[in-house]
């Protein structure tokens, strides 16, 4: 019954507040959740193929370098008496030409890999008539030197049949191949979203220039610890055995620091709706004052008092969260394009497809939006339960902050600041910021907490100027928000927050766009580039022959050329890129921007000199490693020191990057392909007929692609958009949810003030006076909570800048200030605190004068 | 219920912007268990502040309130909670219905709150007792000021409480309805005899009870 009274009836009879606030919980999980499920859908995308490509295996040989000779297949013979099985495998990524689509390639020994994974041939050769299995005979057919096997969708897809001839590029090596096998859609074909080609071993070690070298071997071995001691024997330098997972593992840690950010943006759009739960559960508190007042009365206990209001809480999580759920699941579908994107241009190559809602994630979702908002209500409640019986008669007295609450809360605010000072020097905990993002929430309280005094003065300093310009009304305005200060307060919070939180990222965002766009400026000063693939993101599957490097170097109208290589390499057990460049020409036409020593000459002069390296920053800071010190990277066939001779800026890749002289790479990693060439022209050279010329010459022959530098400038920068879109969205839920709130509390002050508003009336005050007056005390709630709200954006912005992404990623970002964006922004949000008054003053004039002041 | 106030000053505490404002002062008073009391006094004596002492709604700031052998003083905040919800029954000017709860909830209220047992047929019974068995389903705002009065009485009364406390009840009512509300009260008392304290300026509305204590700033005059 005290239920009833006091929660479910009114929830039910006040129907917009609580759309309003069940909606703002919705969205803050909503974004949890969609986040969680398209993250665990790329994520799930990659482990699956990882597991379908890996089939039977429990053990995997491996080199950190990413190949291994094929001697050491021999060196495993001994197993072969405990019961051991090998599979020998080449598993690496190219594209089929001419539409350039990203494919694996998985080069196996078609005779022994039955054991390891399950093919179930749909049709083979010629033989289209499914009740005639294929005789011992046709299957041979698939051993010839230039055979491939395909899965039927991908095939389908493609317009592909038995016969028809398809065309590789991988390692640089472009192949004209003829399928003459169509699997099932099963086992290893459903690996990559189908994106697979299946061949000899032979097939492909000839083909793609990987004569006497594998990826991997696959093994299937007993379970003990003898067996996996003596492997560990048998295993030459710079080769070591893991279980198939591992490789999971590693690329799961690479996306942590990714998906922990984008959490910690959701989490703002859910600290927002948990500051409207707290705003709601708070107001009708105190609507309620006076029944609570009767039920105290009557005899109900505090304790009882509370449990209903934390069971309001608690009413709106639930709704809160399961609404969100549905609205996340949605979400996720539209945003998965998005972070499958992200993932790709950053870091893997994955194909996510459908969503789909795990038990866990409900449970997730459900938790946070319930036990926030259950949180949220217990300050509220615990007031509520303090009403004191019989407060129904004396009404007025209890609404005012005293001078006391408000020194409090300024100590507060100076405790909170002076914790997240320390809290910004943590250093990071296993990748994760933790203490950037305990800073965050500190910085927040201590705002918040200073929304009284922000208030107040305002309203004070505004006086004297609104009495000027609208007379009474304005005095009137200033006064009515300074006597409400509680909920006013509580109002301004609301709006600083996602006002803070929309500056910071704005800054943040700005900022960083900014930097790249100078690094991108500074870096790309090449006249053209060329490259074997069209698009940024599959770059790294689409190479070049070395061959083509002397070509372009003879054209008449190139100055010189830079030829970039490198792959994934695994270092600490984490996945880094190794690089390598032409350092002379670098040194002498380039300007890598650099972090030590100040200018790139020496740096690479040094490397080339010492067999050298140079770092990224996020290399340097994520393994804490600097000019002076040595890196020990595995190379095919064993591990070898590299002194770091510099270390230079580089936001293309969080990982850390590790670039070395190409002479030194390619004699390393025997590996001659390029991924791109860098062009220098001569002076004077049209740059767009060069491009043209270029293309003509290398285009029918390696399938090459000549762009000019602005368009890579162009391209840069838009994958950055791209990535920063969440961003941008989450931005605006939070500061839609923080209008929402402010409309809320808007219209429960009027509800409340209804009799002294119909004195107003009595009193001789018009209705346009008294909309003037209700518009002109949102405008100052507005103008407190912009002025809160960018001081705290402002400090908010430098965490995210110096702390949460130095450790999250290791990049340094310079300080720009987007003026037109903030700007913008500031505008929606002082209007829209404009528009939420207007609600309110509509409300206000449908009083009914007479009943409001007979009322009591 | 024997109530039993010594030496009893209230003061309400001041704040940053007002005095403290000194309501009763050293008052002391004995009523009768099934005494029908009147307390008559100009707006401000300090009736109402009497009352909330008296009903263990506030403490006094000294001296002691006991009713039958309890000193309230002495009880804590949730002794005093279940003294009220138990043995006091309320009745005020401006009714004081819970606008969320239906005429019948309301009524029910306490018995709920007390967890009690068939409370269907006592609250049917306590409706047609007040004349409004036909308004079961209606909320406050759908009443007129008497009707409001009369399902306040029947909540008042529904557990049988051995006090009963109306602060003006017809304050906010027409004489047809003040007569009807005060003839309500009267059968409450005479059919449950508890002891029942009204505070009233209306000398008509002083008569039906069996005596009057008169109050002014703050003191028993008489």
């Given at each position: 019954m005290i239920l009833r009274a006091l929660v479910l009836r009114p929830l039910v009879r006040e129907k917009l507040r609580t759309a309003l606030t069940v909606l703002g919980i919705a969205v803050g999980v909503a974004v949890v959740v969609a986040i969680q499920l398209a993250n665990q859908s790329a994520l799930r995308a990659f482990r699956e193929s990882v597991d379908a490509v890996a089939g039977r295996a429990n053990f995997q040989v491996v080199s950190d370098a990413g190949v291994i000779s094929e001697n050491v297949l021999l060196r495993l013979r001994p197993l072969w008496r405990s019961g051991g099985r090998f599979a020998p495998v080449i598993d690496i990524e190219g594209v089929i030409e001419p539409s350039q689509l990203p494919i694996?390639?998985?080069?196996?020994?078609?005779?022994?890999?039955?054991?390891?994974?399950?093919?179930?041939?749909?049709?083979?050769?010629?033989?289209?008539?499914?009740?005639?299995?294929?005789?011992?005979?046709?299957?041979?057919?698939?051993?010839?030197?230039?055979?491939?096997?395909?899965?039927?969708?991908?095939?389908?897809?493609?317009?592909?049949?038995?016969?028809?001839?398809?065309?590789?590029?991988?390692?640089?090596?472009?192949?004209?191949?003829?399928?003459?096998?169509?699997?099932?859609?099963?086992?290893?074909?459903?690996?990559?979203?189908?994106?697979?080609?299946?061949?000899?071993?032979?097939?492909?070690?000839r083909n793609f220039g990987m004569l006497g070298e594998l990826s991997r071997i696959d093994l299937i071995v007993p379970e003990t610890a003898a067996v996996t001691a003596a492997l560990e024997k048998l295993l030459p330098e710079g080769t070591r055995v893991e279980r198939p997972s591992r490789r999971n593992e590693r690329v799961s840690r690479m996306l942590r620091a990714f998906r922990v950010n984008l959490f910690a943006l959701a989490g703002v759009a859910l600290l927002v709706g948990v500051f409207l739960v707290y705003n709601t559960v708070l107001i009708s508190i105190l609507r309620r004052r006076r029944e609570v007042g009767i039920l105290r009365t009557l005899g109900t206990a505090p304790r009882q008092i509370f449990l209903a209001f934390l069971a309001e809480g608690a009413l709106f999580g639930i709704a809160g969260s399961a609404l969100g759920i549905l609205l996340g699941n949605t979400l996720a579908t539209s945003i998965l394009g998005l972070v499958g994107r992200t993932i790709n241009a950053l870091y893997i190559t994955s194909r996510p497809q459908a969503v789909v809602l795990t038990p866990g994630v409900i449970a997730a979702g459900i938790a946070v939006g319930t036990l926030l908002s259950l949180l949220s209500a217990i300050q509220p409640a615990i007031e509520a339960s303090r009403v004191p019986p019989g407060v129904m008669i004396r009404a007025g007295l209890q609404q005012r902050t005293g001078v006391r609450g408000r020194r409090r809360l300024l100590g507060v605010a100076l405790v909170s600041f002076i914790l997240a000072v320390i809290a910004s020097r943590i250093p990071p905990t296993g990748g994760v910021a933790i203490g950037g993002y305990l800073a965050v929430l500190l910085v927040v309280a201590g705002f918040s907490a200073l929304a009284p005094a922000a208030v107040l003065r305002t309203s004070a300093l505004a006086r004297p100027v609104m009495r000027r310009l609208f007379n009474v009304v304005g005095t009137v305005a200033a006064a009515a928000v300074q006597a409400s200060l509680r909920r006013t307060s509580v109002a301004s919070a609301a709006l600083a927050l996602a006002i803070g939180m929309m500056v910071a990222v704005a800054l943040m965002v700005g900022s960083f766009r900014e930097t790249v766009r100078i690094w991108v400026d500074q870096t790309v000063q090449s006249d053209l580039w060329l490259r074997p693939s069209r698009g940024l993101s599959n770059a790294q599957s689409a190479l070049f022959p070395s061959a083509i490097g002397e070509e372009v170097r003879k054209v008449d109208f190139v100055r010189a050329i830079d030829r970039i290589r490198g792959r994934d390499v695994v270092y600490e057990e984490a996945i880094i890129w190794v690089g390598s460049g032409d350092f002379g020409v670098g040194a002498e036409m380039g300007d890598l921007p650099?972090?030590?020593?100040?200018?790139?000459?020496?740096?690479?002069?040094?490397?080339?000199?010492?067999?050298?390296?140079?770092?990224?920053?996020?290399?340097?800071?994520?393994?804490?490693?600097?000019?002076?010190?040595?890196?020990?990277?595995?190379?095919?066939?064993?591990r070898r020191s590299f002194p770091i001779t510099g270390v230079y800026r580089d936001y293309s890749n969080d990982r850390g990057v590790v670039v070395m002289d190409r002479p030194l790479y390619v004699e390393l990693f025997r590996d001659q392909a390029i991924n791109t060439i860098v062009v220098y022209l001569e002076p004077g050279v049209d740059h767009e007929w060069a491009r043209r010329r270029l293309e003509e010459m290398f285009g029918p022959k390696y399938g090459a692609f000549a762009i000019s530098n602005a368009s890579i400038r162009r391209e840069v920068m838009t994958i950055f958009d791209q990535t920063f879109m969440i961003t941008y969205a989450l931005l605006g839920v939070a500061i839609a949810v923080a209008v929402l709130g402010i409309v809320n509390t808007l219209s429960a002050l009027i509800l409340e003030r209804t009799r002294e508003l119909a004195l107003l009336r009595v009193t001789g005050m018009s209705r346009r006076q008294v909309r003037t007056m209700i518009v002109l005390e949102s405008s100052l709630i507005g103008v407190a909570s912009t002025v809160t709200g960018v001081a705290m954006g402002w400090v908010l912005s430098w965490i995210l800048i110096h702390v949460i992404n130095k450790q999250s990623f290791g990049w340094t970002i310079d300080f720009h200030v987007p003026a037109a964006l903030i700007a913008v922004s500031l505008a929606i949000t002082f209007l829209s605190s404009l528009a939420a008054g207007v609600i309110p003053a509509r409300l206000a004039n449908r009083i009914p004068v007479a009943a409001a002041i007979k009322a009591e | 219920m024997r109530v039993s106030l010594q030496h009893v000053s209230h003061d309400y505490a001041g704040t940053e912007d007002s005095a403290a404002v000194h309501v009763l002062d050293d008052v002391s008073l004995e009523i009768t268990s099934g005494d029908f009391a009147v307390l008559m006094g100009a707006s401000g004596s300090g009736k109402s502040t009497l009352l909330n002492l008296i009903g263990a709604v506030d403490r006094p700031t000294s001296g002691r309130v006991f009713l039958d052998q309890v000193d309230t003083s002495?009880?804590?905040?949730?002794?005093?909670?279940?003294?009220?919800?138990?043995?006091?029954?309320?009745?005020?000017?401006?009714?004081?219905?819970?606008?969320?709860?239906?005429?019948?909830?309301?009524?029910?209220?306490?018995?709920?709150?007390?967890?009690?047992?068939?409370?269907?047929?006592?609250?049917?019974?306590?409706?047609?007792?007040?004349?409004?068995?036909?308004?079961?389903?209606?909320?406050?705002?759908?009443?007129?000021?008497?009707e409001m009065q009369r399902v306040a009485i029947a909540r008042a009364v529904i557990h049988r409480p051995s006090l009963v406390l109306a602060d003006e009840p017809t304050g906010n009512l027409d004489s047809k309805n003040g007569t009807m509300i005060l003839d309500l009260i009267r059968s409450v008392r005479q059919e449950h005899r508890p002891t029942v304290i009204m505070a009233t300026h209306s000398d008509r509305a002083a008569a039906y009870g069996d005596y009057v204590i008169h109050i002014a700033d703050g003191r028993i005059a008489g």
């Open positions: 694996r390639l998985l080069g196996v020994d078609l005779f022994s890999d039955l054991h390891f994974r399950d093919y179930r041939f749909a049709t083979v050769l010629t033989s289209e008539d499914r009740a005639a299995p294929p005789s011992a005979q046709q299957y041979l057919e698939l051993f010839k030197p230039d055979s491939v096997v395909l899965p039927a969708p991908f095939a389908r897809q493609q317009g592909l049949a038995i016969g028809s001839p398809v065309v590789l590029n991988v390692n640089g090596n472009r192949r004209r191949l003829i399928v003459r096998g169509i699997l099932e859609a099963h086992g290893p074909a459903t690996a990559f979203n189908g994106s697979i080609a299946i061949c000899d071993l032979a097939t492909a070690q650099m972090v030590a020593p100040r200018s790139a000459d020496p740096a690479l002069a040094e490397a080339v000199a010492r067999g050298g390296v140079v770092v990224s920053e996020s290399f340097s800071l994520r393994f804490d490693k600097g000019v002076g010190d040595t890196v020990e990277l595995p190379v095919p066939g064993g | 002495s009880l804590s905040e949730n002794g005093l909670t279940r003294l009220r919800r138990d043995a006091i029954g309320f009745v005020f000017q401006f009714f004081n219905l819970i606008p969320t709860l239906d005429v019948y909830e309301n009524v029910a209220f306490p018995l709920s709150l007390a967890g009690q047992k068939n409370v269907r047929e006592r609250v049917r019974a306590a409706l047609a007792e007040v004349g409004l068995g036909h308004r079961e389903t209606h909320f406050p705002s759908e009443l007129s000021g008497g």
